[in-house]
């Protein structure tokens, strides 16, 4: 699932293969943070902007912008999708790699 892309925001947000949010700013803040660590800084919201900037390298704005995927994300999130894709993900490796060994 994404969130936004760079075409129409200053951010890439996006669901990836890990099960986290990948937050990317510029090809210099590429920076995936799982659920676990979104919902602790959603408990305390302010925060974020500040954080964001310090990370990112943002405006504000664009923090704020960047708390609505972190929202979005948050409420998506699903660990049991999350587990079964994973699940699914190494089958298929381990199928190609027995497909290349034989």
Same mark, same amino acid.
């Given at each position: 699932?994404?969130?936004?892309? +760079?075409?129409?925001?200053? +951010?890439?947000?996006?669901?990836?293969?890990?099960? =986290? *949010?990948? $937050? +990317?700013?510029?090809?210099? #803040?590429? !920076?995936?943070?799982?659920?676990?660590? !979104?919902?602790?800084? $959603?408990?305390?919201? /302010?925060?974020?902007?500040?954080? *964001?900037?310090?990370?990112?390298?943002?405006?504000?704005? /664009?923090? #704020?912008?960047? !708390?609505?995927?972190? =929202?979005?994300?948050? /409420?998506?999130?699903?660990?049991?999708?999350? /587990?079964?894709?994973?699940?699914?993900?190494?089958? $298929? !490796? =381990?199928? $190609?790699?027995?497909?290349?060994?034989?």
């Amino acid at each position: 699932m994404s969130y936004a892309r +760079w075409s129409n925001s200053c +951010w890439y947000a996006f669901y990836n293969v890990n099960g =986290k *949010l990948s $937050l +990317w700013y510029d090809m210099d #803040h590429i !920076i995936d943070i799982s659920y676990e660590e !979104i919902s602790d800084m $959603l408990k305390q919201e /302010e925060k974020i902007p500040e954080f *964001l900037i310090g990370v990112y390298g943002c405006t504000e704005a /664009e923090a #704020h912008e960047a !708390i609505t995927y972190m =929202k979005y994300f948050a /409420e998506e999130y699903d660990p049991k999708v999350c /587990e079964e894709y994973q699940k699914e993900y190494g089958d $298929l !490796i =381990k199928r $190609l790699k027995d497909m290349r060994d034989e």
